[in-house]
Protein backbone atom coordinates (compact mmCIF):
# COMPACT_ATOMS: atom_id res chain seq x y z
CA UNK A 1 0.00 0.00 0.00
CA UNK A 2 1.16 3.25 -0.97
CA UNK A 3 1.35 6.33 1.12
CA UNK A 4 -1.14 8.19 -0.72
CA UNK A 5 -3.21 5.27 -0.59
CA UNK A 6 -3.12 5.17 3.09
CA UNK A 7 -3.94 8.84 3.78
CA UNK A 8 -7.19 7.92 2.19
CA UNK A 9 -8.00 5.33 4.05
CA UNK A 10 -7.31 7.36 7.00
CA UNK A 11 -9.32 9.98 5.79
CA UNK A 12 -12.19 7.91 4.83
CA UNK A 13 -11.88 6.06 8.30
CA UNK A 14 -11.63 9.37 10.60
CA UNK A 15 -15.04 10.76 8.13
CA UNK A 16 -16.94 7.69 8.88
CA UNK A 17 -16.07 7.96 12.76
CA UNK A 18 -17.08 11.09 12.83
CA UNK A 19 -20.88 10.88 11.66
CA UNK A 20 -20.98 7.77 13.53
CA UNK A 21 -19.82 9.51 16.97
CA UNK A 22 -18.88 13.37 17.11
CA UNK A 23 -22.30 14.16 15.22
CA UNK A 24 -24.83 14.61 17.96
CA UNK A 25 -27.66 14.37 15.56
CA UNK A 26 -28.26 11.38 12.95
CA UNK A 27 -26.85 12.80 9.16
CA UNK A 28 -29.54 12.21 6.65
CA UNK A 29 -29.14 13.68 2.91
CA UNK A 30 -31.95 15.07 1.33
CA UNK A 31 -33.54 13.38 -2.09
CA UNK A 32 -31.81 15.80 -4.47
CA UNK A 33 -28.51 15.37 -3.02
CA UNK A 34 -28.70 11.97 -2.53
CA UNK A 35 -29.40 11.49 -5.89
CA UNK A 36 -26.77 14.06 -6.94
CA UNK A 37 -23.98 11.35 -4.82
CA UNK A 38 -25.73 9.01 -7.17
CA UNK A 39 -25.30 10.56 -10.19
CA UNK A 40 -21.48 11.18 -9.22
CA UNK A 41 -20.49 7.73 -8.21
CA UNK A 42 -22.44 6.63 -11.73
CA UNK A 43 -20.18 9.37 -13.64
CA UNK A 44 -16.83 7.92 -11.89
CA UNK A 45 -17.84 4.70 -12.37
CA UNK A 46 -18.34 5.87 -16.15
CA UNK A 47 -15.05 7.58 -16.21
CA UNK A 48 -13.40 3.71 -15.28
CA UNK A 49 -15.16 1.67 -17.73
CA UNK A 50 -14.06 4.49 -20.45
CA UNK A 51 -10.49 3.82 -18.97
CA UNK A 52 -10.28 0.16 -18.92
CA UNK A 53 -11.21 -0.13 -22.91
CA UNK A 54 -8.06 2.45 -23.42
CA UNK A 55 -5.95 -0.01 -21.09
CA UNK A 56 -5.33 2.05 -18.03
CA UNK A 57 -6.90 -0.37 -15.46
CA UNK A 58 -7.77 0.47 -11.51
CA UNK A 59 -6.41 -1.10 -8.61
CA UNK A 60 -8.11 -3.76 -6.74
CA UNK A 61 -8.15 -1.18 -3.53
CA UNK A 62 -10.41 1.24 -5.99
CA UNK A 63 -13.04 -2.09 -5.71
CA UNK A 64 -12.98 -2.01 -2.30
CA UNK A 65 -13.06 1.48 -1.70
CA UNK A 66 -16.36 1.76 -3.95
CA UNK A 67 -17.82 -0.98 -1.92
CA UNK A 68 -17.50 0.47 0.62
CA UNK A 69 -18.56 3.92 0.06
CA UNK A 70 -21.76 1.97 -1.48
CA UNK A 71 -22.17 0.62 2.26
CA UNK A 72 -22.23 3.32 4.05
CA UNK A 73 -23.57 6.05 2.47
CA UNK A 74 -26.89 4.86 1.64
CA UNK A 75 -27.42 4.97 5.13
CA UNK A 76 -27.58 8.27 5.17
CA UNK A 77 -29.67 8.59 1.84
CA UNK A 78 -33.47 9.55 1.67
CA UNK A 79 -34.27 7.69 -1.11
CA UNK A 80 -36.37 4.09 -1.28
CA UNK A 81 -36.69 1.88 -3.43
CA UNK A 82 -39.74 -0.65 -4.39
CA UNK A 83 -40.41 -3.60 -2.45
CA UNK A 84 -42.79 -6.32 -3.69
CA UNK A 85 -44.72 -8.18 -1.10
CA UNK A 86 -43.83 -11.84 -1.21
CA UNK A 87 -46.86 -14.49 -0.33
CA UNK A 88 -44.83 -16.14 2.65
CA UNK A 89 -44.11 -12.75 4.06
CA UNK A 90 -48.06 -11.89 4.39
CA UNK A 91 -48.39 -15.54 5.50
CA UNK A 92 -47.20 -13.79 8.81
CA UNK A 93 -49.02 -10.94 9.04
CA UNK A 94 -51.91 -12.46 8.29
CA UNK A 95 -51.18 -14.89 10.89
CA UNK A 96 -50.57 -11.87 13.73
CA UNK A 97 -53.63 -9.67 12.37
CA UNK A 98 -56.08 -12.72 12.77
CA UNK A 99 -55.21 -13.38 16.25
CA UNK A 100 -57.71 -12.39 18.96
CA UNK A 101 -56.23 -9.28 21.60
CA UNK A 102 -54.75 -11.05 24.63
CA UNK A 103 -53.35 -14.32 22.55
CA UNK A 104 -50.80 -15.50 23.80
CA UNK A 105 -47.31 -15.54 21.05
CA UNK A 106 -44.43 -17.74 21.72
CA UNK A 107 -41.13 -15.84 19.82
CA UNK A 108 -37.81 -18.09 20.02
CA UNK A 109 -34.46 -16.15 19.44
CA UNK A 110 -32.67 -18.87 17.96
CA UNK A 111 -29.45 -16.48 16.62
CA UNK A 112 -26.46 -14.42 18.30
CA UNK A 113 -25.08 -10.67 17.08
CA UNK A 114 -23.68 -11.97 13.94
CA UNK A 115 -27.02 -12.64 12.35
CA UNK A 116 -28.83 -9.16 14.29
CA UNK A 117 -28.56 -7.05 10.78
CA UNK A 118 -30.51 -9.56 9.32
CA UNK A 119 -33.11 -10.70 12.21
CA UNK A 120 -33.40 -7.83 14.38
CA UNK A 121 -35.28 -5.48 11.97
CA UNK A 122 -37.32 -8.61 12.06
CA UNK A 123 -37.48 -8.97 15.71
CA UNK A 124 -38.22 -5.37 16.15
CA UNK A 125 -41.04 -5.19 13.42
CA UNK A 126 -42.39 -8.21 15.05
CA UNK A 127 -42.69 -6.76 18.66
CA UNK A 128 -44.27 -3.65 17.48
CA UNK A 129 -47.05 -5.08 15.40
CA UNK A 130 -48.26 -7.77 18.32
CA UNK A 131 -47.91 -5.11 21.20
CA UNK A 132 -50.16 -2.51 18.64
CA UNK A 133 -52.32 -5.30 18.40
CA UNK A 134 -52.47 -6.16 22.61
CA UNK A 135 -51.19 -9.48 22.42
CA UNK A 136 -48.77 -11.05 24.94
CA UNK A 137 -45.64 -12.19 24.31
CA UNK A 138 -43.36 -14.97 25.88
CA UNK A 139 -39.71 -15.03 24.39
CA UNK A 140 -37.13 -17.57 25.34
CA UNK A 141 -34.50 -18.67 23.06
CA UNK A 142 -32.04 -22.01 22.32
CA UNK A 143 -28.89 -19.90 21.57
CA UNK A 144 -27.09 -18.33 24.54
CA UNK A 145 -27.14 -14.60 23.25
CA UNK A 146 -30.38 -14.93 22.32
CA UNK A 147 -32.67 -13.52 25.00
CA UNK A 148 -30.01 -10.70 25.19
CA UNK A 149 -31.00 -9.58 21.46
CA UNK A 150 -34.93 -10.17 22.49
CA UNK A 151 -33.94 -7.61 25.62
CA UNK A 152 -32.78 -4.98 22.48
CA UNK A 153 -35.64 -5.48 20.55
CA UNK A 154 -37.97 -5.03 22.96
CA UNK A 155 -36.40 -2.32 24.74
CA UNK A 156 -36.42 -0.25 21.30
CA UNK A 157 -39.82 -1.30 20.74
CA UNK A 158 -41.10 0.11 23.91
CA UNK A 159 -39.55 3.62 22.70
CA UNK A 160 -42.21 3.79 20.26
CA UNK A 161 -45.29 6.26 21.45
CA UNK A 162 -47.86 4.57 20.52
CA UNK A 163 -45.98 1.74 22.48
CA UNK A 164 -45.24 3.68 25.23
CA UNK A 165 -48.71 4.71 25.37
CA UNK A 166 -49.50 1.69 26.44
CA UNK A 167 -47.85 1.57 29.73
CA UNK A 168 -47.43 -2.11 29.37
CA UNK A 169 -46.11 -4.16 32.27
CA UNK A 170 -42.95 -6.83 32.48
CA UNK A 171 -44.74 -10.48 33.72
CA UNK A 172 -48.41 -9.51 32.34
CA UNK A 173 -47.66 -7.85 29.10
CA UNK A 174 -44.47 -9.73 28.02
CA UNK A 175 -41.66 -11.76 29.64
CA UNK A 176 -38.62 -13.43 28.46
CA UNK A 177 -37.87 -16.94 30.15
CA UNK A 178 -34.01 -16.82 28.93
CA UNK A 179 -32.06 -19.63 27.57
CA UNK A 180 -31.80 -22.74 28.15
CA UNK A 181 -29.44 -25.72 26.93
CA UNK A 182 -30.31 -28.39 25.27
CA UNK A 183 -31.48 -27.81 21.95
CA UNK A 184 -34.31 -29.64 20.75
CA UNK A 185 -34.94 -31.19 23.63
CA UNK A 186 -35.84 -28.46 25.07
CA UNK A 187 -38.43 -28.12 22.83
CA UNK A 188 -39.47 -31.46 23.57
CA UNK A 189 -39.87 -31.04 26.98
CA UNK A 190 -41.94 -28.03 26.51
CA UNK A 191 -43.82 -29.78 25.07
CA UNK A 192 -44.85 -31.59 28.05
CA UNK A 193 -44.47 -28.92 30.64
CA UNK A 194 -42.52 -25.11 29.86
CA UNK A 195 -42.11 -24.52 33.27
CA UNK A 196 -39.68 -28.11 33.85
CA UNK A 197 -37.10 -26.13 31.15
CA UNK A 198 -37.95 -22.67 32.24
CA UNK A 199 -38.69 -22.57 36.05
CA UNK A 200 -37.38 -19.13 36.46
CA UNK A 201 -36.97 -16.36 34.05
CA UNK A 202 -34.36 -14.44 32.79
CA UNK A 203 -34.14 -11.93 35.92
CA UNK A 204 -34.81 -15.55 38.11
CA UNK A 205 -38.28 -14.74 39.03
CA UNK A 206 -40.02 -17.92 39.94
CA UNK A 207 -42.21 -19.03 36.36
CA UNK A 208 -45.75 -19.11 38.64
CA UNK A 209 -45.38 -15.70 39.68
CA UNK A 210 -45.59 -14.58 36.29
CA UNK A 211 -48.92 -13.74 35.69
CA UNK A 212 -48.50 -14.28 31.94
CA UNK A 213 -47.06 -17.99 31.92
CA UNK A 214 -49.01 -18.72 35.56
CA UNK A 215 -51.65 -21.28 33.28
CA UNK A 216 -49.44 -22.07 30.00
CA UNK A 217 -48.60 -25.54 30.19
CA UNK A 218 -47.28 -26.22 26.96
CA UNK A 219 -47.65 -25.69 23.64
CA UNK A 220 -51.58 -26.34 23.34
CA UNK A 221 -51.75 -22.48 25.56
CA UNK A 222 -49.90 -20.96 22.50
CA UNK A 223 -52.08 -19.25 20.26
CA UNK A 224 -48.81 -18.79 17.39
CA UNK A 225 -45.38 -18.83 17.65
CA UNK A 226 -42.31 -17.21 15.55
CA UNK A 227 -38.90 -18.78 15.49
CA UNK A 228 -36.04 -16.11 14.20
CA UNK A 229 -32.84 -18.39 13.24
CA UNK A 230 -29.45 -18.66 12.17
CA UNK A 231 -28.74 -22.22 11.93
CA UNK A 232 -28.67 -25.24 14.65
CA UNK A 233 -30.70 -25.65 16.45
CA UNK A 234 -33.69 -23.34 14.65
CA UNK A 235 -36.29 -23.62 12.76
CA UNK A 236 -35.53 -27.32 11.51
CA UNK A 237 -36.18 -28.15 14.80
CA UNK A 238 -39.05 -26.21 15.87
CA UNK A 239 -40.35 -28.27 13.04
CA UNK A 240 -39.61 -31.81 13.33
CA UNK A 241 -40.80 -31.60 16.83
CA UNK A 242 -43.10 -29.22 18.07
CA UNK A 243 -45.44 -28.46 14.48
CA UNK A 244 -45.24 -32.17 13.58
CA UNK A 245 -45.57 -33.26 16.93
CA UNK A 246 -47.49 -31.04 18.73
CA UNK A 247 -49.21 -29.14 16.10
CA UNK A 248 -48.03 -25.84 17.05
CA UNK A 249 -48.94 -23.14 14.63
CA UNK A 250 -45.55 -21.38 13.68
CA UNK A 251 -43.82 -18.44 11.12
CA UNK A 252 -40.40 -18.08 10.60
CA UNK A 253 -37.58 -15.66 10.47
CA UNK A 254 -34.11 -16.96 8.86
CA UNK A 255 -31.08 -15.45 7.78
CA UNK A 256 -30.59 -15.33 3.90
CA UNK A 257 -28.35 -18.18 3.48
CA UNK A 258 -30.86 -20.46 5.28
CA UNK A 259 -34.08 -19.43 3.99
CA UNK A 260 -33.87 -22.14 1.22
CA UNK A 261 -33.97 -25.26 3.48
CA UNK A 262 -37.57 -23.79 4.58
CA UNK A 263 -39.16 -23.51 1.46
CA UNK A 264 -40.21 -27.47 1.59
CA UNK A 265 -41.72 -26.90 5.20
CA UNK A 266 -43.37 -23.60 3.79
CA UNK A 267 -44.91 -25.65 0.84
CA UNK A 268 -46.44 -28.57 3.05
CA UNK A 269 -47.65 -26.26 5.31
CA UNK A 270 -46.02 -26.99 8.48
CA UNK A 271 -44.70 -23.03 8.51
CA UNK A 272 -47.39 -20.35 8.53
CA UNK A 273 -45.24 -17.58 6.97
CA UNK A 274 -41.51 -17.00 6.27
CA UNK A 275 -39.27 -13.80 6.53
CA UNK A 276 -36.19 -14.45 4.13
CA UNK A 277 -33.03 -12.49 5.39
CA UNK A 278 -33.04 -8.78 5.16
CA UNK A 279 -35.61 -8.45 2.12
CA UNK A 280 -37.65 -10.47 4.49
CA UNK A 281 -37.73 -8.14 6.89
CA UNK A 282 -38.16 -5.20 5.05
CA UNK A 283 -41.39 -6.73 3.62
CA UNK A 284 -42.96 -7.04 6.70
CA UNK A 285 -41.63 -3.89 7.78
CA UNK A 286 -44.00 -2.45 4.30
CA UNK A 287 -46.86 -5.01 4.96
CA UNK A 288 -47.00 -4.07 8.85
CA UNK A 289 -47.05 -0.31 7.82
CA UNK A 290 -43.30 -0.10 10.04
CA UNK A 291 -40.52 1.42 8.25
CA UNK A 292 -37.89 0.81 9.96
CA UNK A 293 -34.04 -0.77 9.31
CA UNK A 294 -35.05 -3.59 7.82
CA UNK A 295 -35.91 -1.14 4.57
CA UNK A 296 -33.14 1.13 5.35
CA UNK A 297 -30.40 -1.23 4.89
CA UNK A 298 -32.54 -2.80 2.12
CA UNK A 299 -30.70 0.40 0.01
CA UNK A 300 -27.38 -0.03 1.06
CA UNK A 301 -27.58 -3.32 -0.17
CA UNK A 302 -29.34 -3.07 -3.34
CA UNK A 303 -26.63 -0.19 -3.64
CA UNK A 304 -23.61 -2.36 -2.93
CA UNK A 305 -25.10 -4.79 -5.45
CA UNK A 306 -24.81 -2.86 -8.20
CA UNK A 307 -21.29 -1.24 -7.61
CA UNK A 308 -20.14 -4.93 -7.16
CA UNK A 309 -22.17 -6.03 -11.01
CA UNK A 310 -20.99 -2.83 -12.08
CA UNK A 311 -17.13 -4.03 -11.48
CA UNK A 312 -17.79 -7.48 -12.83
CA UNK A 313 -18.83 -5.46 -15.71
CA UNK A 314 -15.84 -3.49 -15.84
CA UNK A 315 -13.58 -6.53 -14.85
CA UNK A 316 -14.53 -8.37 -18.30
CA UNK A 317 -13.60 -5.66 -20.05
CA UNK A 318 -10.62 -5.47 -18.98
CA UNK A 319 -10.33 -9.21 -19.47
CA UNK A 320 -11.24 -9.78 -22.96
CA UNK A 321 -9.71 -6.46 -24.36
CA UNK A 322 -6.42 -7.24 -22.81
CA UNK A 323 -6.67 -10.36 -24.43
CA UNK A 324 -7.08 -8.96 -27.45
CA UNK A 325 -4.19 -6.57 -27.65
CA UNK A 326 -1.74 -9.49 -26.56
CA UNK A 327 -2.82 -11.37 -29.72
CA UNK A 328 -2.32 -8.68 -31.77
CA UNK A 329 0.99 -7.81 -30.38
CA UNK A 330 2.02 -11.19 -30.62
CA UNK A 331 0.63 -11.17 -34.06
CA UNK A 332 2.60 -8.11 -34.69
CA UNK A 333 6.02 -9.37 -33.09
CA UNK A 334 5.77 -13.20 -35.55
CA UNK A 335 5.04 -10.71 -38.43
CA UNK A 336 8.55 -8.62 -37.99
CA UNK A 337 10.69 -11.50 -37.09
Not at 97 to 120: H, I
Not at 170 to 193: A, K, S, W
Not at 202 to 211: C, E, Q
Amino acid sequence: MSRGELIAYLVILAVVLLLAFAVPKPISFSTTVSYLIVGVIALVLLIIFVRTIQGKMVGRRIVFLFVGLAVILPLFMTISQPIPLSPEVKQVYDAVVALKPGSKVLVSFDYDPPSAPELQPMAETFFRLCLTRDLKIIIMGLWPQGPQQAEIAMRKTLEYPEIASKNLRYGIDYVNLGFQTGNEFVIQRMGGDFKSMFPTDLNGTAYDSLPLVRNVRNFSNIDYAFNLSAGYPGTVEWVQVAVDRYGLKMGAGNTAVQTTQMYPYLRAKQLVGLLGGLNGAAEFERAANMIGKGTKFMVSQSFSHIIVIAFIIIGNAAFFLGDKRKKKADAARESGA
